[in-house]
């Protein structure tokens, strides 16, 4: 089974790249189900009771349509909710392989330790033959932290930066120095998808107009990415495109070459009003008397890292050395404490469990002490504030949505089916058993859940990822959440089975209805 | 002649309340194949009980009802329903079509209930809407038809399915005198034809004088039976 289920993953996979191409995809996929179940349908009496079925919720499209409309407003809310939940759930669901361990200081928060940890930490803390050494080239990367106002008489949220400082590869390692040439050979600039003019105006790139072996060269960075010979201790690289890797690649050479120049995200740079080549100067809020100037050399891709800034870290360090040798004998106050969090990555458990027991024993980490733990169980810890909102959301929201989704429906279908009680007696009379009235009661609530539930989850998908931008849900240090593509399931499931559990008893009551006392009181 | 319909001391309760209401009592009868009967008596009289309980719409309280060779006081109310499929054709007072069909629909509603082709369907209701003179009507859903030809549907549904029995509630009760004529006409027509076996409830007794033999009831009970014409022959027939 596991190898049917990869092989149509194979297939499948490549066809859904892009959200529109999810889209499409889903739309082909539903039209293939209404063919088969009209080609069965077509066959006999089911495709009768289809369109009786139909016809009978068009009778009173108003009401059809407000019950569907109810149940698209609730799918949406279900959706959101249940996306950010799934994050999470994803989040804090320990790995079994490659996981991402995080080491910090031990108790305090924010976790503020020296540099001089840094290279020791990043490779595991080994310390004899046969320790488990994690390879610092591209599986490990430290975190500092470096925020600063480019106003700082009239400080707003707009012109507040805050920086990753890191080394520049981690953003993306190229493991494989023909990749790295091949990327170099690509002629995108490091300003993608902006062309910087010969008068310094930024000109959005309408065409690539690459050659067809250019074109190849491109689908050999996508298919690099797959093999692992690009890595990147960032999440969210296998999300951009092979144009954006190769612009990416160039603007983390421009910040390897000249430590001034920055990788900035969209929304930042716009809310800064700077555009890339231009320079800006920050006072900082957390070093302070560390000023320092950057230049803007590249920008994210679209998404997650919109709102993002990345430094090298040799800048700040260096900025921090050159201010103790200017003030003798006061070192600045966060000498020994600039280094915030390093994670690490390794293969298994049981390399993680090894990293751990060597870093708790190391004498290097002693004052202040470090611990170590995978990342989902440091989420997990830092959502633990927010627990109760959790549970409320998972145990009293959703279910009190769904609820009231199962009472919309039956209240439409019970009103429905008190209208239509000598529609009912006459399929009695007619030799429709109780059961296959029934199944044309429940198909009526169904149909309508079902129809309502795909369209309330196709709207929220739409709406949330391609116009919103995803939702922004202000917990821990996470990005906005995009609704994920399984997502489209969701709705039409729900809406199936919020309708069948709330047309049981208006069903029920249709088919109990007595012919002789119906038509007593017609005569 | 061997009877189509045999009905044996038949008794139907009702219960309102803490009252128990005697609608039939110890009523028997017989109707052999291919008679057009009538039902006559004034309102409370159990005429549409008895009607309900010999189509298999309801259960006695008493006695026995045999349709042909079935025991049909004795199904359950699936078991009913299959046999109401194949056995029983209906014709309403107000006709009952389904609003949301057309006549073609309405027609092949109940022998969507049977295993039949599609082909052998559309034959079959074809056949229907033709003898009840209704063919260029197919498409036509009951609220664009006048009274006479909606009960005209109502009957092309209820011969659609070949049955042993077509029974008539007031077929005419809600009709014109013109349009009423056509429809007593068209039974008639149906009866000779086909050899249809027809139970009517009527209060009308131009209605029930086109009938072969007229059953009277009161107050749960038969009192007499009248043949054509209303003067052949009367007879006490409970008790």
Not at chain 1, 33 to 38: G, N, Q
Request: charged share 20%; aromatic share 10%; proline share 5%.
């Amino acid at each position: 089974m596991e190898g049917i289920a990869e092989r149509i993953d194979s297939f499948l996979v490549p066809l859904v790249v892009t959200p529109g191409d999810a889209i499409r995809f889903t739309l082909v996929e539903w039209l293939g189900f209404f063919v088969l179940f009209t080609g069965f349908a077509f066959a006999g009496w089911a495709w009768f009771y289809f369109r009786f079925i139909l016809r009978n919720l068009l009778r009173n499209w108003l009401r059809t349509s407000l019950t569907a409309m109810a149940t698209m407003v609730l799918v949406l809310v279900v959706t959101l909710v249940w996306t950010i939940l799934l994050f999470l759930s994803n989040a804090t669901s320990e790995k079994a392989k490659d996981l991402k361990a995080i080491i910090t200081e031990k108790w305090q928060i924010p976790s503020q330790m020296p540099f001089s940890y840094e290279a020791d930490l990043s490779e595991g803390a080994p310390s004899k033959n046969g320790d488990f050494r994690v390879d610092t080239t591209k599986d490990s990367m430290t975190w500092q932290f470096y925020g600063g106002t480019v106003d700082p008489a009239k400080r707003t949220r707009e012109n507040i930066v805050f920086f990753f400082c890191m080394d520049p590869n981690k953003l993306m390692t190229v493991n494989d120095p023909t990749i790295d040439s091949l990327m170099a050979s690509i002629p995108i600039p490091a300003t993608y998808p902006y062309r910087k003019e010969e008068t310094g105006e930024m000109v959005e790139i309408k065409s690539l107009n690459l050659t067809d072996a250019q074109k190849k060269d491109l689908e050999k960075v996508k298919n690099a990415v797959q093999k692992g010979q690009i890595t990147s201790m960032m999440d969210g690289l296998d999300e951009m495109a092979p144009e954006e890797l190769v612009a990416m690649r160039k603007a983390i050479l421009l910040t390897l070459g000249d430590k001034r120049k920055v990788v900035v995200g969209r929304e930042r740079l716009l809310a800064l009003n700077k555009r890339i080549g231009e320079t800006f100067k920050l006072t900082s809020l957390n070093y302070k008397d560390i000023d320092l100037e950057f230049e803007v050399a590249g920008v994210f891709p679209d998404g997650r890292y919109n709102q993002s800034a990345v430094m090298h870290r040799d800048y700040l360090n260096d900025a921090m050395d050159d201010y103790n040798r200017r003030n003798p004998g006061k070192r600045h106050p966060l000498s020994d404490k600039s280094l915030n969090l390093v994670w690490i990555r390794v293969p298994d458990t049981a390399s993680f469990q090894k990293v751990e027991g060597q870093i708790a024993i190391s004498p290097k980490f002693q004052s202040p002490a470090v611990k170590c733990e995978t990342a989902s169980s440091g989420v997990a810890s830092f959502l633990d504030a927010y627990r109760d909102l959790l549970w409320g959301l998972r145990w009293i929201l959703v279910p009190f949505i769904l609820l009231t989704m199962s009472l919309i429906i039956s209240v439409a279908i019970s009103i429905s089916v008190r209208e239509r009680r000598k529609e009912m007696a006459i399929l009695k009379v007619l030799g429709f058993a109780p059961g296959q009235i029934l199944i044309v009661v429940l198909g009526e609530a169904v149909i309508v859940g079902i129809l309502s539930g795909f369209l309330g989850s196709f709207s929220t998908y739409y709406l949330i990822n391609e116009v919103i931008g995803g939702v922004k849900f202000p917990i821990a240090f996470f990005p906005a959440f995009m609704i994920p593509f399984e997502a489209l399931w969701w709705g039409p499931t729900i809406g199936a089975i919020t309708a069948l559990s709330g047309s049981i008893f208006p069903s029920y009551n249709a088919c109990r209805i007595k012919v002789s006392e119906v038509f007593a009181r017609i005569s | 002649m061997e009877p189509i319909v045999e009905v044996t001391h038949l008794g139907k309760n009702f219960r309102r309340g803490l009252e128990e209401i005697h609608v039939l009592s110890n009523l028997s009868l017989q109707v052999p194949q291919g008679e057009f009967l009538a039902l006559m008596g004034p309102s409370g009289s159990g005429k549409t009980t008895l009607l309900n309980l010999i189509a298999g719409l309801d259960s006695p309280t008493q006695g026995s009802i045999r349709v042909g060779k079935e025991l049909i006081s004795a199904m359950g109310e699936s078991r009913l329903a299959k046999w109401r499929t194949r056995h029983v054709g209906f014709v309403f007072q107000f006709y009952h079509l389904l609003p949301v069909l057309t006549a073609y629909e309405n027609v092949e509603l109940p022998l969507l209930l049977l295993p039949l082709t599609y082909s052998e369907r559309k034959k079959q209701v074809l056949t229907a809407l033709d003898l009840v003179g209704l063919s260029d009507r197919l498409s036509h859903r009951p609220g664009q038809l006048s009274g006479g030809q909606q009960q005209r549907v109502g009957i092309a549904r209820a011969i659609v399915t070949d049955p042993t029995l077509i029974v008539a509630d007031e077929p005419t009760g809600d009709l014109d005198s013109k349009s009423a004529e056509e429809i007593l006409e068209l039974l008639v027509i149906l009866k000779g034809a086909l050899n249809k076996t027809i139970l009517m409830v009527t209060h009308d007794p131009r209605a029930a004088n086109r009938a072969e033999r007229c059953l009277h009831l009161e107050k749960g009970q038969l009192v007499n039976e009248t043949y054509q014409n209303f003067n052949v022959h009367t007879q006490a027939v409970s008790h």
